[in-house]
């Protein structure tokens, strides 16, 4: 299945003397769906949706220079968290997980 969407990157920036915060730009990629999967975690009453899908892109030198700054991939009309990066240039293959929460996500996965 072959993919096209955007990537969003946390750039930390300057928002007033001596104040950092992360801004999310957004970036549109092209590649495939290598693998999709599909899984529900049950510790919970009403448990989040997880899914371990693999997708690779073809990288450009943005994406190569702020691998570290990946945070969510768009992917069938949701934002999901970008779990793992392995790099193979000029590709970049991408495992997700669970949906994307701007507010959640960074603190929870320890990213500031």
């Excluded at 968290?81 to 669970?98: A, D, H, M, N």
Aim: charge should be negative; glycine fraction near 8%; include cysteine.
């Amino acid at each position: 299945m072959r993919y096209c969407g955007v990537i969003g990157f946390a750039e930390t920036v300057e928002t007033e003397p001596g104040v950092m915060e992360d801004v999310i730009v957004e970036r549109k990629y092209y590649g495939i769906v290598k693998r999709v999967i599909q899984r529900q975690t049950h510790q919970v009453p009403n448990p989040d949706l997880e899914i371990d899908n693999e997708l690779v892109i073809l990288s450009d030198a943005y994406a190569r220079n702020h691998i570290d700054k990946m945070r969510y991939i768009s992917w069938m009309g949701n934002n999901w968290i970008i779990k793992t990066v392995e790099v193979s240039y000029p590709r970049i293959t991408l495992w997700i997980g669970g949906l994307y929460n701007v507010n959640a996500t960074d603190s929870a996965s320890g990213r500031t």
